[in-house]
């Protein structure tokens, strides 16, 4: 419910490096999704 971008690390233990793993997700409105959405193109 909050915009923004988030930042963290891998915390399941699947593999080697995970400690290596950093995390960004980019928080946004939902109609601004929607509208990327409807907006997108197949490559």
């Given at each position: 419910k909050r915009e923004g971008v988030f930042y963290g690390q891998c915390s399941e233990?699947?593999?080697v490096?995970?400690?290596f793993m950093p995390i960004v997700i980019?928080?946004?409105p939902?109609?601004?999704y929607l509208n990327w959405?409807?907006?997108k193109?197949?490559?």
């Open positions: 233990i699947c593999g490096n995970h400690g980019e928080a946004i939902l109609e601004n959405l409807k907006n193109t197949d490559i």
